[in-house]
């Protein structure tokens, strides 16, 4: 992967579902890519990140991309043990409830 600006401003747009469990989540603006990508790995629901899209500096990343952008060794902040590769557990989990993972 080319070299890639964690501090640039990045735009997230989630899936847009009608029907919502936990209330809807729209597009959100980041200052800083790896804030966003963090967001969205770590926070957004599995069916929202699907769908889901970042754009930063003109440039596209579907959920595999930004999944990608998430486990690369240049990402700046730290990750969540159960959300990443490295932690020795399925990268296809993310965290859930308190201490739980969930699948993507």
């Keep these: 992967m080319p070299r890639f600006d964690y501090?640039?401003?990045?735009?997230?747009?989630?899936?847009i579902r009608r029907k919502f469990t936990k209330g809807p989540v729209g597009y959100k603006r980041f200052t800083g890519a790896a804030e966003a990508i963090r967001?969205?790995?770590?926070?957004?629901?599995?069916?929202?990140?699907?769908?889901?899209?970042?754009?930063?500096?003109?440039?596209?990343?579907d959920?595999?991309?930004?999944r990608q952008l998430y486990e690369s060794?240049?990402?700046?902040?730290?990750?969540?043990a159960c959300c990443s590769r490295k932690s020795g557990r399925?990268?296809?989990?993310r965290r859930g409830p308190p201490g739980q993972c969930r699948p993507f």
């Design 7 to 15: 501090s640039a401003e990045a735009e997230l747009f989630p899936l």
């Design 39 to 61: 967001f969205a790995v770590e926070e957004l629901p599995p069916d929202l990140l699907r769908g889901a899209y970042l754009e930063v500096d003109e440039e596209r990343f």
């Design 63 to 66: 959920a595999k991309g930004i």
């Design 73 to 80: 060794d240049t990402y700046p902040l730290g990750r969540r």
């Design 90 to 93: 399925d990268p296809r989990y």
